[in-house]
């Protein structure tokens, strides 16, 4: 009897689904409205203000609103849909107390540990809590496409942000013509749909610019918007490298490898070693005898880091204690974005290469 109870029971638990929560609908039902706004007040100005000054000739306005209207909706929704740079979870066998440190432009950084994801995080990755996933190079998370703004999809952002500026003030422009050019006819079904377009158009506007303007400013001094708010760099910034370098790296910069193009395979049983073979560049170094690691056995090698200026902090002395041990291995260097990251070891750290 006490067998088939608990046959019994194995048997009806897979019946009883979990309860899904439904946070996800919400930002996802506001970001669509966005876009139905925009095509519902481009449709408004297309048929009534537009139209009435193409038929007589201003054939001007639809030729310049028109390629505008294309290029927002476009940035708009691939914005939606767009990958800002997740980096894939880590495993199971990673430990979290193992003390990573990276150096970026003679500042220490030292890697914190993502719960959530299993893997300890590069410089400028944080965890998105709405999201639920962490983001290279992150900026923000924009409500208004509910996707975050990191590394793949900055510039996607900034020419959406430049897209609306210029559509929303050509919108503008357009229905205070058309009310200029009709204010001798009486009023009409024309004009209030014009009204009712200039004045979101002229809301969104102010707003808008500014935030170009924050963004530009951003970008030049190569800070983001989540370190500006609990100023994160307090000494000096090690990823400034000047005006023209900083706007190429984020406008122009190739975008690097895809990673959650190999999620799939990541999670198959395989452990640690198949991403170990992928992430290592090089050829392994000879073995260090008796001091094998949590991987095998740690690399040693004579390279030496030079001497700088190093930031304050935990990250600093446990980076002034690998340089002061006469068993340091210089394990890689990632010429990622134009910055020497560089992930150095002793034989009781265990250092990963930054992506």
């Given at each position: 009897?006490?067998?088939?109870?608990?046959?019994?029971?194995?048997?009806?638990?897979?019946?009883?689904?979990?309860?899904?929560?439904?946070?996800?609908?919400?930002?996802?039902?506001?970001?669509?409205?966005?876009?139905?706004?925009?095509?519902?007040?481009?449709?408004?100005?297309?048929?009534?203000?537009?139209?009435?000054?193409?038929?007589?000739?201003?054939?001007?306005?639809?030729?310049?609103?028109?390629?505008?209207?294309?290029?927002t909706f476009y940035s708009l929704v691939s914005l939606n849909f767009s990958d800002p740079g997740i980096l894939h979870r880590g495993s199971i066998h990673e430990d979290p107390m193992t003390v990573h440190v990276v150096s970026v432009n003679r500042r220490a950084f030292r890697l914190q540990w993502c719960p959530k994801c299993c893997f300890h995080r590069p410089p400028r990755t944080y965890h998105c809590p709405w999201c639920n996933i962490c983001v290279e190079d992150f900026d923000h998370h924009c409500k208004w496409v509910n996707n975050c703004i990191g590394h793949r999809n900055f510039r996607l952002f900034m020419l959406l942000v430049l897209s609306l500026c210029l559509y929303s003030g050509a919108l503008l422009i357009t229905?205070?013509?058309?009310?200029?050019?009709?204010?001798?006819?009486?009023?009409?079904?024309?004009?209030?749909?014009?009204?009712?377009?200039?004045?979101?158009?002229?809301?969104?506007?102010?707003?808008?610019?500014?935030?170009?303007?924050?963004?530009?400013?951003?970008?030049?001094?190569?800070?983001?918007?989540?370190?500006?708010?609990?100023?994160?760099?307090?000494?000096?910034?090690?990823?400034?490298?000047?005006?023209?370098?900083?706007?190429?790296?984020?406008?122009?910069?190739?975008?690097?490898?895809?990673?959650?193009?190999?999620?799939?395979?990541?999670?198959?049983?395989?452990?640690?070693?198949?991403?170990?073979?992928?992430?290592?560049?090089?050829?392994?170094?000879?073995?260090?005898?008796?001091?094998?690691?949590?991987?095998?056995?740690?690399?040693?090698?004579?390279?030496?880091?030079?001497?700088?200026?190093?930031?304050?902090?935990?990250?600093?002395?446990?980076?002034?204690?690998?340089?002061?041990?006469?068993?340091?291995?210089?394990?890689?260097?990632?010429?990622?974005?134009?910055?020497?990251?560089?992930?150095?070891?002793?034989?009781?750290?265990?250092?990963?290469?930054?992506?």
């Amino acid at each position: 009897m006490p067998l088939i109870k608990d046959a019994m029971t194995l048997v009806q638990e897979p019946q009883q689904m979990p309860v899904v929560p439904l946070s996800w609908f919400l930002p996802s039902l506001f970001a669509a409205f966005n876009v139905m706004l925009l095509v519902f007040l481009s449709g408004l100005f297309f048929g009534f203000p537009c139209r009435w000054l193409a038929q007589n000739g201003e054939w001007l306005f639809p030729v310049i609103t028109g390629p505008l209207f294309i290029l927002t909706f476009y940035s708009l929704v691939s914005l939606n849909f767009s990958d800002p740079g997740i980096l894939h979870r880590g495993s199971i066998h990673e430990d979290p107390m193992t003390v990573h440190v990276v150096s970026v432009n003679r500042r220490a950084f030292r890697l914190q540990w993502c719960p959530k994801c299993c893997f300890h995080r590069p410089p400028r990755t944080y965890h998105c809590p709405w999201c639920n996933i962490c983001v290279e190079d992150f900026d923000h998370h924009c409500k208004w496409v509910n996707n975050c703004i990191g590394h793949r999809n900055f510039r996607l952002f900034m020419l959406l942000v430049l897209s609306l500026c210029l559509y929303s003030g050509a919108l503008l422009i357009t229905c205070l013509m058309f009310l200029i050019r009709t204010s001798h006819l009486p009023f009409s079904m024309d004009k209030i749909m014009a009204i009712l377009v200039a004045v979101p158009s002229a809301g969104f506007l102010v707003p808008l610019v500014l935030l170009l303007l924050i963004q530009a400013i951003s970008v030049s001094t190569a800070e983001r918007s989540c370190e500006s708010k609990c100023k994160y760099h307090q000494e000096y910034n090690p990823f400034d490298q000047g005006f023209a370098r900083n706007w190429y790296l984020t406008m122009c910069a190739p975008l690097g490898p895809k990673y959650m193009s190999d999620v799939i395979c990541l999670q198959r049983p395989v452990g640690t070693g198949w991403i170990h073979e992928k992430t290592q560049p090089s050829p392994p170094c000879p073995p260090e005898h008796g001091s094998p690691g949590p991987h095998g056995p740690q690399p040693q090698s004579s390279s030496t880091a030079g001497k700088g200026p190093l930031g304050s902090g935990e990250a600093a002395i446990v980076l002034q204690e690998i340089e002061a041990s006469p068993q340091l291995s210089l394990l890689s260097e990632s010429p990622r974005r134009g910055l020497p990251w560089r992930t150095q070891s002793l034989d009781h750290l265990n250092l990963c290469l930054p992506v």
